[in-house]
């Protein structure tokens, strides 16, 4: 019966081949004697559809921009959206999200001139795709959720099963969950509808573990149990060995141990046999999980030791909380009550780090110290009685010493003016000296401010390029180290080399970089600036992060052009190598880098854009402090937070200014503004 219904899938399958050849075959032949009018527009768009259909991509582009020109040409609206709409779907399916979203976006344009709500709909659906692909998920949903409304008017049911998961899928990873349910039922009742077997599948499997997670778990092992009974078993091997450990996981909730052991047991042979480490990891937790309730101590001890030899190369952060866990159960069994609170420490503080990466974080309000100002009293004379009493004595005798008085006042005055000129040049004298010292010392205290500064600088960036070179050597150590005991077998050599070129890598650019640094900056870091070209600066960075680039699937587009700048040549070149590492760091699979650079206000401007996972409005206050910030990359990379810091006060030093404008999903700008280069 097997074998019959194998062979009526292949007979199924070379007609329906045969059929959509047949069919391109009379497209073309009409396309050839057609008049350059819509309706050759139209014939062409029926042939992109079919070669797109057929997944031969690359015929379907041949035919593309003949039929967008000519679509052009006549104004025609609706054919240039139907094209341009096409050309994005191809885009999207070789991951080229740059060009998808720039065709979606001129689709979607003709689409709104043309009033075409059911056009728009499915455009609008695409780039829902698109951005949930790339982690854009509030993006996503926005999107998806204005096509759901016109495809349930229309009751298109293949743009609503895809429509209803991508929401689900958006609504899952932003956590909520109770959206993501109602969606995924949704897509499972319209997939039923239309017998999509492979949609039938993944349905079941998103709601199972969605009721797992809301705690209902008959109602999740109901959904496990039907998503298994369809699997194919050639190509499904990956859902299998993903089911089976749930599938035992969700009946040790009601401990039916005798129903869960054939689960876990089949689950952990199965993904051994496939070489699944994540099947394998959730697989030998949850058997320890059972031998622990049926206090099999040892024996769960002996498999959590093994699971967590997996646990760094899975990455799988849920299922190390739950490992954690069953540790912490299984020492506080045992009595090693340290190593049972060693186990909750690592579980509360992956919790926490969990938590930090799904919230954004709200940061301390700045507390002000108030100085109190300290006065000195004012000191206020009082005449005294015998100085009272002198006067009006004085008045008596006023009559008889008026002659003298005047004689002695005369006197007086002219030794009084006297004194005051040569008092006044010696105050004149003493002001200018005062003046004299006063700005010496002020240049003394600012020397020394600056050679603070200046050390304040070479510490920290010789901390930053100490790190980061002891990670790489270490790591370089560590692999000849086990080559030298011959501790790794050659599939483990060969597995281990790319990663060996990486930090051999890093460590070359480090040092290349500190050489340059030391060559220009021998005696001090006063900036010693000269002419030199911008874009050649780029185009060498962008040399060293090309691996790294090419390892995430990055678009990186130079836009730059020949520009000169007057800056410390060695101190530019270190703030745009960081400035393009962490653009890398912080790009995802499928995002763009660019750079570019202008003229602006008579300077230089500089500008460095990706479209990664961006920084929140409180982080980008923390980005350039003195205090250093970092988080982690979106491959885990880790940081020393001093980076940006050092790049501000290097920027300074050359009279430029750095800034960056970023969005919470939608990436960052990193700008730099230097004096540009006078040519004549």
Not at 189 to 196: A, D
Request: aromatic letters at 8%; one cysteine or more; hydrophobic letters at 35%.
């Amino acid at each position: 019966m097997k074998q019959l219904i194998t062979l009526t899938a292949i007979l199924l399958t070379a007609y329906s081949g045969f059929s959509q050849t047949q069919e391109q075959d009379s497209l073309l032949v009409q396309l050839a004697f057609q008049n350059q009018d819509t309706s050759k527009v139209n014939t062409s768009i029926a042939l992109i559809k079919s070669f797109y259909d057929s997944e031969d991509y690359q015929k379907a582009l041949s035919y593309i921009q003949p039929g967008e020109d000519l679509a052009a040409s006549l104004n025609y609206e609706k054919g240039t959206a139907e094209i341009k709409y096409y050309k994005a779907l191809i885009y999207t399916q070789r991951e080229d999200y740059y060009n998808a979203l720039d065709n979606y976006n001129t689709s979607l344009r003709s689409y709104s001139k043309l009033k075409d709500s059911l056009g728009i709909a499915k455009v609008n659906n695409s780039l829902g795709i698109v951005e949930i692909r790339r982690g854009n998920y509030s993006k996503g949903l926005g999107h998806s959720l204005s096509a759901i409304s016109i495809f349930e008017k229309h009751n298109l049911k293949e743009e609503l099963s895809l429509a209803y998961n991508n929401l689900a899928e958006a609504y899952y990873n932003t956590r909520q969950f109770d959206e993501a349910l109602e969606f995924n039922l949704k897509a499972l009742e319209v997939r039923t509808e239309l017998n999509e077997i492979e949609g039938i599948k993944i349905s079941n499997i998103n709601i199972a573990e969605l009721y797992a997670k809301k705690e209902e778990h008959r109602k999740s092992i109901d959904y496990y149990e039907a998503a298994l009974a369809l699997l194919d078993p050639v190509q499904d091997r990956d859902m299998r060995g993903e089911i089976l450990p749930s599938l035992g996981e969700e009946y040790l909730e009601f401990r039916q141990f005798d129903k869960a052991a054939p689960y876990l047991v089949e689950g952990l042979r199965y993904n051994r046999t496939i070489d699944n480490k994540k099947g394998i990891f959730k697989s030998l937790n949850n058997i320890a999980n059972l031998n622990i309730q049926q206090e099999k101590t040892r024996l769960a001890e002996i498999q959590l030791n093994e699971a967590y030899s997996l646990s760094q190369d899975v990455g799988d952060d849920t299922e190390l909380l739950k490992h954690y866990e069953l540790r912490k159960r299984l020492d506080s069994i045992n009595g090693n009550f340290d190593r049972a609170f060693d186990w909750q420490r690592q579980f509360y503080d992956l919790k926490d780090s969990i938590r930090l990466e799904n919230e954004s974080r709200n940061g301390d309000a700045n507390s002000t110290e108030i100085i109190p100002v300290i006065t000195e009293p004012v000191v206020t004379d009082r005449p005294a009685d015998e100085e009272a009493m002198a006067k009006i004595k004085n008045l008596w005798y006023a009559v008889y010493g008026l002659g003298a008085l005047l004689a002695m006042l005369a006197i007086s005055l002219i030794i009084l003016l006297s004194k005051r000129s040569k008092t006044n040049a010696e105050m004149k004298l003493l002001t200018e000296r005062n003046k004299e010292y006063k700005l010496q010392n002020d240049d003394i205290l600012q020397q020394t401010q600056h050679l603070e500064d200046m050390n304040h600088v070479k510490d920290r960036l010789f901390s930053i390029v100490s790190h980061d070179l002891k990670d790489s050597i270490t790591s370089i150590k560590a692999f000849l180290d086990l080559l030298k005991e011959n501790s790794i077998t050659e599939r483990e050599f060969n597995e281990l080399i790319p990663e060996l070129s990486d930090n051999a890598d890093n460590a070359s650019a480090l040092l290349l970089n500190l050489l340059n640094w030391s060559k220009s900056q021998l005696q001090n870091l006063e900036p010693k600036p000269e002419t030199f070209n911008i874009q050649e600066i780029f185009q060498e960075k962008i040399q060293l992060i090309d691996k790294k680039v090419k390892k995430k699937r990055i678009v990186l587009l130079d836009e730059s052009i020949k520009g000169f700048v007057y800056a410390d040549k060695s101190m530019v070149e270190i703030v745009v190598q960081n400035l393009l590492a962490n653009a890398v760091k912080f790009s995802r699979v499928g995002d763009v880098i660019t750079v570019s650079n202008r003229e602006r206000n008579g300077n230089s401007l500089i500008c460095i854009e990706d479209t990664g996972v961006g920084i929140s409005e409180e982080n980008q206050k923390k980005l350039f402090g003195t205090a250093g910030f970092t988080t982690r990359g979106t491959s885990d990379e880790k940081g020393t937070g001093l980076g940006l810091s050092i790049c501000k006060q290097l920027v300074e030093m050359n009279k430029g200014k750095i800034w960056v404008e970023s969005e919470i999903g939608l990436g960052s700008k990193f700008f730099v503004e230097l004096p540009k280069a006078q040519t004549d």
